[in-house]
């Protein structure tokens, strides 16, 4: 169920889906007013977010939230110092392409209770589940490959803490690139060698992701990350999704990511989406230069990725659009509005990993389902 709420200065387009012990929100709040001042538009979004949960979301607690914001070096000190939280945050510079300067999505859930772990990660726990999120990672190595390693080695090192490995627990990472044509390159090679030493090959698995340029506020960062776990998950709940029909391996090309990921519990499934772009399953770009036929494109793609799951675009929770070129906006906008007017969604200024590639989505799906062989989430 999608839900639309205005407030001063802001609105929150709110996803609910609400079964058994634990609900689930997802909200994207935007700002409605662009001429207001950056402390303005932030105590607006903050304001919302309070209002909600107080008014609307009684007894829902953030689990996880991403800040988008315009400047981050001149915007981000704020945000940490408002925003007190106990959850995971990502707070990273892909500017709202509405004209505003902040964005926000959360995640939210009932009946949890979270703190934060020794390794650093914030725990979400519920039943037979520990859910670890890790927001905003980051570290001032030499460039951008050493500092993908550094980051997958520290995190290998905080999933050890919890009793989990890479391969088998973590469900979903993002990566965002400073000068993504530049550093990309070295990020894929750190992934690559970290990926084969904890044993993820073309043979076993990847994990789900999305990497796409982003910018922490200091400008030393050239590789910032999010990541996602779960401790307690079991193999057999755990499936790879990869529509053959319309994309590639992303092995073909050199990088080690799965284009989405689906996991199964007693009440619910949920289904993770890595960022998809216009690809077709020869690993090329369709339609250069041609934004609104990419749009249609990776609809079509994500559309085949969610089938293979058993879900459609109804079951989406959230949608973040990412442009490389920011006088795509308008038409991008458009072909959203019309087709998805209800949906929590986000369009930021954010270069994909291929220049070739003017557009790019990443979603969460979340379906009712039962099955009396996982436990409940």
Same mark, same amino acid.
């Given at each position: 169920m999608n839900q639309n709420i205005s407030f001063n200065d802001a609105k929150a387009v709110v996803f609910s889906f609400q079964k058994g012990e634990v609900n689930e929100y997802h909200v994207m709040l935007r700002v409605t007013q662009p001429l207001l001042s950056y402390q303005q538009q932030l105590d607006a979004i903050l304001d919302a977010?309070?209002?909600?949960?107080?008014?609307?979301?009684?007894?829902?607690?953030?689990?996880?939230k991403r800040y988008f914001l315009s400047d981050a070096a001149n915007q981000a000190d704020d945000v940490?110092?408002?925003?007190?939280?106990?959850?995971?945050?990502?707070?990273?510079q892909q500017?709202?392409?509405? !004209?505003?300067?902040? /964005?926000?999505?959360?995640?939210?859930? @009932?009946?949890?209770? #979270?703190r934060l772990t020794d390794g650093g990660l914030y725990e979400v726990a519920h039943g037979a589940f520990k859910h670890l999120w890790n927001g905003s990672a980051h570290n001032l190595a030499a460039n951008s490959e050493y500092q993908t390693r550094l980051l997958f080695n520290e995190y290998v090192m905080q999933l050890a803490q919890e009793g989990c490995k890479l391969a088998d627990n973590c469900i979903r990472t993002w990566l965002f690139v400073?000068?993504?044509?530049?550093?990309?390159? !070295?990020?894929?090679? /750190?992934?690559?060698?970290?990926?084969? @030493?904890?044993?993820? #090959?073309h043979d076993t698995h990847f994990i789900a992701s999305t990497g796409i340029g982003g910018r922490a506020q200091d400008p030393c960062v050239l590789t910032q990350m999010d990541n996602y776990a779960i401790a307690g998950i079991k193999p057999e709940q755990v499936h790879f999704l990869y529509?053959?029909?319309?994309l590639n391996r992303t092995s073909d090309y050199g990088v080690s990511f799965e284009r989405g990921t689906r996991i199964d519990y007693g009440d619910r499934r949920h289904v993770f989406i890595s960022g998809t772009a216009s690809i077709d399953n020869k690993g090329q770009i369709v339609h250069p230069r041609n934004v609104k036929q990419q749009v249609h494109r990776l609809w079509d793609n994500v559309e085949a990725l969610l089938a293979e799951a058993e879900c459609t675009y109804d079951?989406?929770?959230?949608?973040?659009?990412y442009l490389r070129d920011t006088a795509d906006y308008l038409t991008v906008q458009a072909l959203y509005a019309q087709r998805f007017p209800e949906k929590p969604i986000v369009i930021v200024h954010a270069p994909v990993c291929r220049s070739g590639w003017l557009v790019e989505m990443e979603c969460m799906a979340v379906k009712d389902d039962t099955n009396t062989q996982f436990p409940c989430l």
């Open positions: 977010y309070q209002h909600l949960i107080e008014e609307h979301l009684p007894g829902a607690v953030a689990v996880f940490l110092a408002a925003d007190t939280s106990d959850c995971a945050k990502s707070i990273i500017a709202p392409l509405d !004209g505003t300067k902040i /964005a926000l999505w959360a995640y939210l859930m @009932t009946n949890v209770t #979270t400073n000068d993504i044509d530049l550093n990309y390159g !070295g990020v894929v090679r /750190a992934r690559n060698q970290v990926f084969f @030493t904890q044993g993820l #090959t529509a053959s029909t319309h079951d989406v929770a959230h949608m973040i659009v």
